[in-house]
């Protein structure tokens, strides 16, 4: 059986009914390809009581997580909720091809985090992600999405991809606005929400630039028409932070 497991915002953030699934396994991989844990993989198990593997993109895109599941107990853990990569969909539906069993178990996400921000989850619009730029590679098209979602007055929630610091994703976001003829004014920054790190900075993009006390993970909003009460919410970070 394959069991595709939620690991939450921390790193006790796995459920009663994950650390159950876990102790079943006899194979217990981590995908560690889709984000900047805000813990060690040590800190990880001792918390589930087992060894992990790690599983890389490969690992979990060439499906063989479906064949070992099909003759023990396997688990693969992600962090946040897991289903928010369409690889892990496509475990779920290769399973239901092979007749292998497949159980999927869920915890909290970035997604569902974000309104500690007091931003109305109802009125986030397409989430896009910034991939992190290379010399010859430049991609802005996450901006498109922001362009969309500010067409129906929603705010957008850009997640920062692996391994990007985010004064360069600051950069980014300044010059793919330009290129795209976004007016950047207040933004949100969200970083390591669920965990004892966790900040929320409401600033200019000027001001931001200053900041130099960001770590990884983290995510930038841009919001659109707040609320009164967002406003008033935004307004109480900008205070303390």
Same mark, same amino acid.
């Given at each position: 059986?394959?069991?595709?497991?939620?690991?939450?915002?921390?790193?006790?953030?796995?459920?009663?009914?994950?650390?159950?699934?876990?102790?079943?396994?006899?194979?217990?991989?981590?995908?560690?390809?889709?984000?900047?844990?805000?813990?060690?993989?040590?800190?990880?198990?001792?918390?589930?009581?087992?060894?992990?593997?790690?599983?890389?993109?490969?690992?979990?895109?060439?499906?063989?997580?479906?064949?070992?599941?099909?003759?023990?107990?396997?688990?693969?853990?992600?962090?946040?909720?897991?289903?928010?990569?369409?690889?892990?969909?496509?475990?779920?539906?290769? #399973?239901? $091809?092979? =007749? @292998?069993?497949?159980?999927? !178990?869920?915890?909290? /996400?970035?997604?569902?985090?974000?309104?500690?921000? *007091?931003?109305?989850?109802?009125?986030?619009?397409?989430?896009?992600?910034?991939?992190?730029?290379?010399?010859?590679?430049?991609?802005?098209?996450?901006?498109?999405?922001?362009?969309?979602?500010?067409?129906?007055?929603?705010?957008?929630?850009?997640?920062?991809?692996?391994?990007?610091?985010?004064?360069?994703?600051?950069?980014?976001?300044?010059?793919?606005?330009?290129?795209?003829?976004?007016?950047?004014?207040?933004?949100?920054? #969200?970083? $390591?929400? =669920? @965990?004892?790190?966790?900040? !929320?900075?409401?600033? /200019?993009?000027?001001?931001?630039?200053?900041?130099? *006390?960001?770590?990884?993970?983290?995510?930038?909003?841009?919001?659109?028409?707040?609320?009164?009460?967002?406003?008033?919410?935004?307004?109480?970070?900008?205070?303390?932070?």
């Amino acid at each position: 059986m394959l069991y595709i497991i939620g690991l939450g915002l921390s790193e006790r953030g796995i459920s009663n009914e994950g650390l159950d699934a876990v102790s079943k396994c006899k194979k217990v991989y981590l995908e560690n390809y889709t984000v900047d844990f805000p813990y060690t993989e040590h800190q990880l198990e001792e918390v589930i009581g087992k060894k992990i593997k790690i599983a890389s993109r490969e690992k979990v895109e060439d499906l063989s997580l479906v064949d070992e599941a099909e003759k023990l107990n396997v688990a693969l853990l992600v962090y946040g909720s897991p289903l928010s990569a369409t690889t892990h969909i496509t475990l779920i539906n290769e #399973c239901r $091809a092979s =007749g @292998t069993k497949c159980r999927t !178990i869920y915890s909290s /996400s970035i997604f569902d985090a974000v309104a500690e921000t *007091g931003l109305q989850l109802y009125k986030f619009g397409k989430i896009s992600s910034m991939p992190k730029w290379q010399k010859s590679f430049e991609p802005d098209s996450f901006m498109d999405i922001v362009k969309e979602n500010q067409s129906i007055n929603a705010h957008s929630l850009i997640l920062a991809d692996i391994g990007l610091e985010f004064k360069e994703a600051l950069k980014q976001l300044k010059t793919s606005a330009k290129n795209k003829e976004i007016k950047l004014e207040k933004l949100i920054v #969200c970083q $390591a929400l =669920g @965990t004892r790190n966790k900040k !929320i900075l409401y600033r /200019s993009l000027n001001e931001l630039e200053e900041f130099s *006390g960001v770590i990884k993970p983290y995510c930038i909003i841009i919001p659109s028409k707040l609320h009164f009460l967002e406003k008033e919410t935004l307004e109480n970070f900008k205070k303390r932070n």
